[in-house]
Every structure is written in C-alpha cells, then in structure tokens.
C-alpha cells in the first residue's frame, strides 16, 4: 500500500512536467492530438449515421402496399405541382439572367453546394454544433456557410477526413450581420449565439438595431442574411425575431431574440455551400497560407 | 458581569433603534445610480430631407491585456536583436517596449485589413498588389494616441480602428462599403481573440460638409443634458452617479438650439447584492431623445449654392473663399446659406484630431463668411446712393448726368472703370453698367452724414438673425447662429473721428458713395437689403426657423419712401443689368431677374485685390427670392462680380426655379 | 502478467458506452445538456490495471471527449488522468462496490465541473451571462453527470470487469 502512494507521487510530478510541457509544446501537436482523436472515433460515428439509414430502411421494407401506393399517390400529385412550380422558375431564371447581362451583375453561383447528412447533434449550453457527413474528402472547408434550403444553419467550425463540425446558429461563437424584415432602408444588424443563457430551445440575439427601427406590426419578423460580408450568399433567412424588440439599457439600440429558422436539433440533412475562392477570413483560420502574403510581411 | 450587560445593551440599542438607519447606510454602499444619455435631436430641411443624423459607429478594439503575452515574447525578440547589434551598449528599454506593443497591434491591424480590404474577397483578380498598410500610413497603430491610451486608460481596451464604416474615410467611401466592411469583419474576422468590434451612436451630417457653417458640429462635454427630475430626495442624492460622456453643439444650429436638440438624461437606481452579482433595476426613467429641429434650408439650392460656390478656384486651382446667400422676400427665411472654405462635421463629430482641426484653421474654415465676414459691398452699394440722391431730391429718376471719364474731387481723379467715360447717364443706366462717376457726383451732394443715415435705414449695420422667438429665456443664446458680426461700418464724420482716422474729406464721401472705403457689411445683409428691395421697404429680418407661413413682422421696416417712378427706375436699371449689363453671362433664359453686380478692391496682406458681389431678387416681377453673392479674389485672379459671383446666383436660382 | 495493450483493449470496450451517451445526447439534443459519463469510466480499470495504463487509458478516454468539443486541449484528459492517478492510489477502496459507485459520481461530477468552467471561459457567452444563470446551469450539468454515473456505473464496471477478465488480467485482489 505504501508502495503504490510512493509510485503515486512520482506520478503526481511525472504528471506536473506533463502539464508544463502541454502548456509550451506548439500547437500544431495539440492540433495533431485532437485531430487523431477525432478520426479515431469518425468511423464509430459513420458507422452509427449508416446505421440508423439502414434501419430506416427496412422500416420503409415493412410497410403494406397500401401505405405505399397512397404514398405514391401524394408523390405524384406533389410533382405534378412541382413541375408546373419549375416551369415558371425557368421563366424567371431567363428573365434573371437576361437582366443580370443588362447590369452586368456577376453571376451569384460562387458556391458549390454539398449536401450531407447530419450524423449526431452535440447541444449545450456552452456549444451547439452538428456532426455531418462529408469532410475534407468531399472538399468541406473551414469557414463554409451551412443551410438547409433556403434556411440558414450554421457555419463549418472544424473539418475532419470523412466528417466535418458545424457551428450552429444559436452557439456562443456564432455571429454573422443581417437585415430585418420591415427596415427601410435596410441596416446592418449583429447576431449572435447565445445558447448559454438557459435551458429552454437555444436562441440568437439580435444587436446593435437601430433604435428607429420598430418591427411591422401583427407579421412574423424575419431576418435575412446581408450578402455583404462574403461568407453567406444574400437572402437567406436566419431566423425569426421573437418577443419584442426593446431598447438596451444605454438606449443607444434595441435588441430583441431570435429564433432559429429550422429546428436545429431535428435536422437530418444540410447543404454546405463551399465558396469557390477561400474568403480572407478562411485564409486566416490557416495561418501559414496568410504568412505566405507578401503584402502583409 | 457589568460589561457583559453593557455590551448586551449596547446591541439591542444598535439592533433596534439603529437599524433602520444602518440598513440605509448599507443600502448606500450596494445602490448606484447610473445616467443614460439621450439620443440628439434630429434637424431637417424645410422639405423634411435628413441634415443631421444620428448614426452606428462601429470601432475595433484590442484588448492590451489578452496581447500582453504576445508582446512580451516580441519584445525579447527585439531586446535580443538589440543585443546581437550592440552588445554593449544599453539598450533604451521602454522604446524596446514601445516598439514591441506598436508591431504587435500592426500585425494584428494588417489581419484586420485583409479580412476588411475589398481587394481579397471572393474571386478579386488582384491585377497589382496594394500594400494595406504600406500605402495607408493611417492604418498602422497612432503611436501618439497608443501613448496616451497607456497613460490615462490602461486598464481599458485600446482603439485600434475607430470609425471601421466612416463614410469618406480610406476606409469606405460610400456607406454600401462601409456595411460591408463590417459585415465582413463580423463574418469573417475570428471572434474569440483579443480583438472586438463595438457599437455607440455618433452624430452624422449625411451632406458631409454641407451647410457646415449653419448646422455647426459637436464635441465631448461634462455638461450633460438635464435629468427628467433633480435628485430631491436626500437618499437619491448621496448615492454614487455614475455618469457618461455627453455631446454638445459647438457651432451653428447645433449650439445655439442646444437646448432643445440634446433631450432629457435618464437614469438608473441599481442593486447589487452583496455578493456584488447579479444586479437588479429598482427604478428608472428613460432618456427622452431631443427635439426635432426644422431649418429654413432647401437642400437643393442649398447644394448648387456650394457646387457652384466651391467651383470658383484661383489660378492654383484652390477653391475661392466666399458666401452665398437666399432667402425668401417676404418671410425672410433663409433657403441656403454657404460658406467657402469649409469643414465636415461628420469628422469632428469623434474627437477634434489637432491635424484636422488646423488645416481647417489654417485654411479659414471656420469662419461663416455668409454671417460672420465683414467685407465692402462695393459697387452694390450704389443702389443706396441712388435711393439717398433720389430721396434727399438731390437727383430724379429722370435726371441725366454727364459722366467722363473721371471725377475730380479735390486734388485727386476718381476714375471710372471705363476709359472713355459713358456720357450721358440716368438712375437706369447707372444700375445698369453701374457708372462710378454717376455716384461721385450724387454722393457728394448728399453729403456723407445723409448716405450713412440711409445705409442705416436698410440696417446695414444692425445685428441679424436675432433668435425671434426663444423658448429658453435663461440662455444666451440670442440669435440664431453664434457669434454672428456685429463691426459693421457705416461710415460718417463722427466716425473717422473716433477710429482716429482725422478730419472727413471729400474723397471719403466719393469713395463711400460707391461702397468702398471705411464700409464693412456682411453678404447676409446685402441679401436681406436685396429682399427688402423687392418688397419696397427698409428692413427684412432674416430666419433660419420656418415662420410657418405667418405674416411676418420686419421689426422697424417702413416703406422704402421712393415714389412709383423712382422705384422702378432702380428696379429696371438692375433689371438691365442682367439682360445686358455688368450681370450679362449669367442671365437665365425663362427666368427674368434682377441683380447688381460688384467688384470691390480690398486689401490682403497689404496687396490690392477683389471682392465680387452679385446681389439681387427673382422672379422680376413678382419676386419671391432674394440673395447675395460674394467671393474674395486672389491677389493674381481677375475677380468682377458678374463674372465670378454671377455664376453661382445662377445656379441657385436655377435650382430654387426648378423646385418652384 | 500484464498484457501492455490491456488499456486499449479496455478502451474498444469502453468506446461504445461513450458512444452510447454521445447518441442520448444526439437524440435528446432539445433538452440542451450534453449527457457526460467519462469520468465515471475510468475508476473501474484503476482497480486491475498498471498505473501506467491507467494513465493512458484516461488520458484517452478525456482526448476522445474533447476531440470534437470546444474545449480547451488537455483540460478533460489531465484533469482525468489526475483522478486516476490519485484513484489507482487508494485502489484498495474501490474492492467494495459502494466505493466504485461513489468514486464515480464524485468523478463524474468534477470532472463535469472542470469542462463546464473552462468551457465557459472559452466561449464568448463568458462576458453575457451572468453569473447567476451560469451558476444554475453548471448545477444542472453537474447534477446530471452524477445522475448519469450513478445510473450506469454498474453496467460499465461489469463490462469492464468482464473484458479485463477476458484479457487475462490478474483480479484486483491478487494485484498489488
């Protein structure tokens, strides 16, 4: 016994040198660590995601011939209003694309869209993110804006080989500007995460609202991405103002909560829109490529 | 025994009867009252079009305390290079220091700039390198406001950037570019480091510069705007106020209707527990945002006033000083009022950086030269002189005087500006080409003490723009704009005495007679004289504040005492003025007007030069606006008043024809 | 006789409870909390394994936690390869079941405490919420872990016990 308390201060010393020596080693080890870490359990998690497709699968097995046939029945009605939809939107895509020619305004397709299927969902108070499946092999970066049609879901945080980390909306470390709904001129506002507020369904808090601005009146508010901070494509809508819009306690501004578009924490799959061109931001999550800058030496 | 009944005493005394005041005495440590600023009044044109504005200021700031790390390892660096250089000399540590925390801010500035510079965003072909920080020196790190931020506020973050959407900065030139520079730091900038961007509200001038000199600017005070109540209650009055940095007017509207604009503070009562957590709110009234405020302006004319105005350069291509003026005939409010050189406000809405501050100085910037600019009215004048002649019987509306080529009074020829001389010349005519000999002879037939007491009929030295209707009587501020002129000169015998200038002569007369001289009056007078004019009376009392469409009393104004006949004498003689007088080149076809042109001689540094004048009302025939041009020549420009101050009188009233 | 690769055998058979936690998680991700029980994991091996191996196998256990979470690197894993260290020296304790089933709560509910702080600190959400409501939601994390371990504890440690006997581990009692 008094053996193994001997072995045990070694131990504590031997563990003291350790945390000295993690706290000075570079950090591209740290990085290493956490990152093999990671691909360690990608594939438990992989496997997991498959799995449940499966048994979704052969839950669609077991179903009668009358489920399906009236399934097919709703399809087909379903794409017979969706082709008509189509039509009218090629329409409008020639229209669009013939005035863009007019303005000569730069084609909006500078992102390559990606779609995943969400693995697990990782919330709490202190981080609110989603495991998806596609990662660096299907040419996920760091920094790509998440969305869910036309829905806003987040952003990339972490790229792993086969599985990527998203930052979700309502997470502390998310922030982006958008325009609110019913604001003329349109100006700039701040949102931002703020999960760790309590424990009821996270929210985003909406900042820095001019204090003329007063939502219209007896609608649902929404707030629409910018545009102008080249990371979320313009239009997209991020959530929903809830509550009122009050004024801070300096009075400088109002700020108001907002919900998230779509429930985060029922999303099965996403789109990662991946920008064609790295944005300077993205440049600056990898600090060797900003080096390389000569402009900035 | 005895002490232990004491001591046992002594608490129940303290326990009841003292505890009320001792819960208060604690209340008092845990209880503080914090003021809340009120946003400013807002101030408009008199079509509602935004002059003044408050507006999001965005500001980067570096937390010194988070980098203290970084800047520690970059100042052994350098201590170390400083070394291996000189090994043994002793290096100067603190500017080792210094250096280290200045590189460190400006790496972290230049990442700032990457992510914010609109030359490597998404699919930028970048054609040739720009160097952010190399070609911007006002990017780097202000070493000069790092030392003052490490002396006075060390323990608070430092501003690196201090306006990221400043519309007209390098930074941005339209507020599009401004949006996305902070879209783009707040999307793509890593958030969680030591930098972090802030919000307050600023004041704004969407016009940038223009009409600078009426709305003025504002600056940081102590002196804040009022609370919704006085603290009477004793409780409320000892506790601790925590209080803010205000703003007030320092120049034009924004001063002298301070009291109106700058609101009603607010202010909190606020708890802490004694944990010193969690705070709560246990009473407040809110701030009341200032007033709206009104101006006459119009900000169209009000623009092609200073276009035009600023479009005047001399033969270095610097713009001309000068002033311009229009106000309506029968109410007196002022339509545009501009003022050459002059400042934007938007950047001394921060803080007055001294280099700013002196280039406007040192260009003469902050003189209101419509108000404030005391210069001879020249040959405008001579509608005066005519009006004195006229009135005094001296000279009828049908009188024809013989003029030459120059007058002799006494000793000395007083010339006419033609060589030759124009003959035979009535009042018309006169007005017309504006005759100098014409005026020699009238003038010294008045006599000098009848031509001043005139002048001062039309208040050619009397103080303009007093505030008609103050709502604060305890104030000052009697006029409407600050510290407008009040050394006009009209010249007489009494006062050439006083200034110790000797005896009255003849020449002083003639020169008087054609506006030259000892006279000093401002282009707002010769406006108003203009708009009195058109209306046949003596006064106008000119307004920057909507009369709202009430009759408006001219205190002290009385008809201008001239029969039919002789009125429309001077009124055709300006009006040929224009069709095809000194005032020809600047007619507007469609738009008949009259003017009187002016070319004064003054003397700069000691060296002959011109003031150009164009004063005058339209429409001709039933007149509405009237206004005053001036511009002072250069020492090597060929400055006349038609030519020069013409072209902006008619821009302006193009454009007031064109909101007609 | 002890197998050097004892530890990463037990890890494979502890990985799936991890697993199974992250899926509680994953599926209850409505309710906000992250469902933590990998400081209950490792008292059990303490009792049979080297120190040594027990060192990794925490350290493991802890970068495994941290690998996809915002957390500060090495906060988890040394925090836990501290308790093992000063579990492994009263490995005697933890014969009885009563202790294991203590010693893991307690484990569980520090080593909850520490991911809570630090990742608090971490998270900008430090300078908005006050320290009221980050009070309240660390004692309900905390709580949870705790919970979490009590409830699983017994069929952890039985799986673990019965991977350590399939690997040929000495019983506790024989190892000293």
């Known amino acids: 016994m008094d053996k193994n308390r001997q072995g045990a201060k070694a131990s504590y010393v031997a563990l003291a040198v350790f945390i000295a020596a993690w706290v000075v080693l570079p950090s591209a080890f740290r990085r290493f660590n956490r990152e093999a870490f990671a691909e360690f359990q990608a594939p438990a998690l992989q496997l997991l995601s498959k799995g449940r497709d499966l048994s979704r699968y052969w839950e669609l097995r077991s179903r009668t011939d009358e489920e399906l046939i009236s399934a097919s029945r709703d399809l087909s009605r379903i794409n017979a209003a969706l082709e008509l939809k189509l039509q009218g939107t090629d329409d409008m895509r020639r229209e669009n694309s013939r005035l863009r020619e007019m303005l000569r305004y730069p084609t909006s397709s500078e992102y390559l869209t990606v779609v995943a299927r969400v693995v697990s969902r990782d919330t709490s108070s202190w981080w609110q993110s989603i495991i998806i499946r596609k990662g660096r092999n299907d040419g996920i970066r760091p920094g790509a804006p998440v969305v869910f049609g036309n829905h806003v879901i987040g952003r990339i945080s972490v790229v792993h080989q086969n599985v990527s980390e998203v930052d979700l909306i309502t997470s502390p470390t998310f922030r982006c500007t958008a325009f609110l709904d019913g604001d003329e001129p349109p100006r700039i506002v701040h949102v931002g995460g703020m999960a760790g507020n309590s424990l009821s369904a996270p929210r985003a808090k909406i900042s820095v609202i001019p204090p003329g601005y007063s939502p219209p009146a007896g609608e649902v508010t929404k707030v629409i991405t910018t545009g102008l901070g080249g990371v979320f494509p313009a239009g997209l809508i991020i959530g929903t103002i809830e509550g009122e819009v009050s004024k801070t306690p300096e009075a400088n501004f109002k700020e108001a909560f907002m919900v998230p578009s779509k429930e985060l924490d029922r999303i099965d799959e996403v789109s990662v829109l991946i920008p064609k061109y790295p944005s300077p931001g993205e440049i600056l999550m990898s600090p060797g490529e900003f080096l390389k800058l000569e402009e900035f030496k | 025994m005895v002490g232990f009944v004491y001591v046992t005493l002594g608490l129940m005394y303290r326990q009841i009867f003292q505890a009320s005041d001792l819960t208060r005495d604690a209340e008092y440590q845990t209880q503080r009252i914090v003021i809340r600023p009120p946003a400013r009044g807002l101030i408009f044109d008199r079509n509602k079009q935004p002059l003044v504005e408050n507006r999001v200021r965005w ?38 220091l210094e250096n280290a925390r200045v590189n460190i801010l400006n790496r972290w500035l230049s990442k700032i700039w990457f992510v914010v510079d609109d030359n490597y965003q998404l699919n930028k072909t970048r054609t040739n390198k720009v160097y952010p920080l190399r070609d911007n020196p006002e990017r780097r790190v202000n070493i000069d406001s790092l030392r003052k931020h490490l002396r006075e506020s060390r323990a608070m973050k430092f501003t690196l950037i201090s306006d990221l959407a400043f519309p007209g900065s390098t930074i941005s030139k339209t507020p599009e570019e401004g949006d996305r520079a902070i879209a783009r730091f707040i999307e793509q900038f890593p958030s969680g480091g030591p930098i972090t961007l802030e919000s307050d509200m600023v004041r704004s001038y969407p016009n940038g510069s223009l009409a600078a000199h009426v709305l003025g600017y504002v600056r940081d005070t102590d002196e804040l705007p009022p609370n919704s109540e006085e603290f009477t209650d004793p409780i409320l009055k000892r506790l601790q106020k925590l209080r803010y940095t205000g703003k007030k007017g320092a120049a034009g509207i924004e001063e002298t209707m301070d009291y109106a604009l700058r609101g009603t503070s607010g202010w909190e009562l606020w708890n802490k527990t004694s944990t010193g957590y969690n705070k709560e709110l246990v009473q407040s009234t809110s701030p009341v945002q200032g007033s709206e405020v009104v101006l006459t302006l119009n900000l169209n004319i009000q623009k092609a006033a200073e276009e035009t105005l600023s479009n005047i350069r001399d033969s270095v291509g610097r713009p001309l000083p000068g002033a311009a003026v229009m106000l309506d005939v029968n109410t007196g409010e002022i339509l545009a009022m501009a003022s050459q050189p002059n400042f934007n406000p938007n950047r001394l809405a921060d803080r007055v950086t001294n280099k700013y501050y002196d280039e406007i100085e040192s260009a003469g910037g902050w003189l209101n030269r419509a108000t404030q600019g005391l210069y001879a009215p020249g040959s405008t004048f001579k509608i005066i002189t005519a009006i ?67 002048a001062r009929r039309f208040g050619l030295d009397r103080p303009l723009l007093k505030n008609l209707n103050p709502s604060d009587t305890s104030k000052t501020y009697n006029y409407e704009l600050p510290s407008t002129a009040k050394g006009m000169v009209i010249p007489d015998p009494d006062y050439k005495a006083r200034i110790g200038g000797g005896a009255w002569n003849q020449g002083d007369t003639a020169n008087t007679s054609i506006g030259q001289g000892f006279l000093l009056t401002t282009p707002l007078h ?10 046949g009376e003596t006064i106008t009392t000119p307004t920057l ?31 040929r003025c224009v069709e095809e007088g000194t005032a020809k080149s600047v007619r507007i076809p469609g738009l008949p007007y009259v003017a009187k042109t002016g070319t004064a001689e003054y003397f700069k540094t000691g060296v002959k030069a011109h003031l150009a004048w164009i004063i005058g009302y339209a429409p001709a025939d039933r007149p509405v606006v009237a206004f005053a041009v001036l511009v002072e020549g250069q020492l090597d420009t060929s400055t006349w008043g038609g030519k020069t101050a013409g072209p902006v009188a008619q821009e302006m009233l193009k454009a007031w024809a064109d909101i007609r | 006789m002890t197998h050097r690769g004892a530890w990463f055998l037990l890890l494979l058979a502890t990985y799936p409870w991890l697993l199974g936690v992250d899926l509680l998680s994953s599926s209850l991700a409505s309710w906000g909390l992250c469902f ?130 399939a690997i040929g581990l000495p019983a506790a009692e024989l190892n000293r």
């Open chain 2, 388 to 454: 004195a002649g006229m009135r005094n019987h001296k000279v009828d509306w049908d009188d024809v005087l013989d003029c030459g080529a120059f007058y002799r009074v006494g000793n000395r020829n007083f010339p006419e500006h033609e060589p030759v001389g124009f003959g035979p010349v009535d009042v018309e005519k006169m007005l017309a080409i504006s005759c100098n000999v014409w005026n020699y002879r009238v003038g010294l037939s008045v006599g000098p003490e009848l031509l001043a007491l005139e």
């Open chain 2, 545 to 575: 504040i909507p009369t709202g469409g009430a009759k408006v009393a001219h205190i002290g104004s009385q008809p201008i005492g001239l029969n039919r006949l002789q009125l429309e004498a001077i009124r055709s003689g300006m009006y």
């Open chain 3, 36 to 165: 933590f029980i990998s400081g209950a994991v490792i008292v059990t091996p303490c009792r049979r394994l080297r120190r040594w191996q027990c060192i990794l196998f925490a350290a493991s256990i802890g970068f495994l936690f941290e690998a996809l979470r915002p957390i500060p690197d090495g906060s988890v894993a040394l925090v836990l390869v501290f308790l093992s260290i000063y579990i492994h020296s009263y490995r005697e304790a933890l014969r009885s079941q009563s202790h294991v089933f203590f010693a893991s709560m307690i484990a569980n509910a520090l080593v909850t405490l520490v991911w809570v702080v630090v990742a608090h600190v971490q998270c900008d959400a430090a300078s908005s919420v006050d320290t009221f409501t980050f009070l309240y939601l660390a004692f309900v994390q905390v709580g949870l872990s705790a919970v979490l371990a009590a409830l699983l504890i017994s069929p952890i440690s039985a799986v673990q016990n019965w991977a350590m006997d």
């Open chain 2, 526 to 535: 010769m406006a108003c004289f203009a708009a009195s004019l058109a209306r």
């Open chain 2, 59 to 96: 500001r980067v700031k570096a937390d010194l305390m988070v980098l203290q790390p970084e800047i520690r390892k970059e100042y052994l660096k350098l201590l170390s290079q400083a070394k291996q250089e000189n090994f043994f000399d002793k290096p100067d540590y603190d500017k080792l």
